[in-house]
């Protein structure tokens, strides 16, 4: 199970600024499609960043994820800011949840875990069951341009340097499958000793828009809008590094 030891590499790291510019740019684009949910479902929510945001700006917020060692975390910071949460362990092809939502989110390229064309639209139909007639699903996903220019460009690389962690990435892509593999090997520091080595393998399969298109089609949802850069809004490219989508509920 990924995420285990890599959680609190996770935390300490720059990945929760990603949670946090998502939160900054969203209620632009809810203004934008009139939009004004009141109940929110954070899919593979992490270590809560995102979900604690929008639940203090008074969203009724309902985060899981898959790792239970980053809903932990993620309790441990709902708690800290007094925020009343609720987080499950589950996972996002197969939603157990007794309740619907306005709105759905999924974040950072958590989709891309998803190795299978069938489980993505096994995912999307998930989500699906979870949206309220008039609900939203948000999502974005790194690109095939991006998983292999990440592989060419930056084959090793110097992740992150502190006094108290070392983090080093090593990226792999084949072209068969599209799926890239990011080997993660950090260290943390405690009381001036090199005391825990992480070692972890991620993988994740780029997927076209076609792809995605299709078994958003599948699952029953139509897409309201599709962007290669969301602060702009503008149409994905060849050389996009992400795709965002916002989709609703088939007519």
Known sequence: ???REFARLYTLGDFPEFSTYMGQLLPS????????????LDVACGEGTF?????KQGYKVT???????????????????????????????HLKLQTTFDLVTCWYDSLNYILTLDDIETTFTSVSQHMNPDGRFIF???????????AQ????RVERETN????????????????????????????????????????QRGYTLDEIRRCLKKA????IACWGNLEERLPVAANSKRMWFLVKKST
């Open 1 to 3: 199970m990924i995420y």
């Open 29 to 40: 684009i809810l203004e934008q499609y009139h939009l004004q949910p009141t109940t929110i």
């Open 51 to 55: 979900a604690v945001m929008m639940a």
């Open 63 to 93: 985060g899981i994820d898959q790792s239970p060692e980053m809903l932990i975390i993620a309790r441990k910071k709902a708690q800290a800011e007094n925020i009343a949460l609720s987080f499950h362990e589950m996972d996002m092809r």
């Open 140 to 150: 974005d996903l790194n690109t095939i341009h991006w998983l292999r220019t990440l």
């Open 153 to 156: 460009r930056y084959a090793v």
């Open 164 to 203: 108290d962690i070392f983090q080093v990435h090593r990226h792999s892509y084949d072209e068969n499958s599209r799926i890239a593999v990011f080997h993660i090997v950090g260290f943390l520091k405690e009381n001036d000793c090199w005391i825990r080595r992480v070692d972890e393998h991620h993988h």
């Open 220 to 223: 029953g949802l139509a897409e």
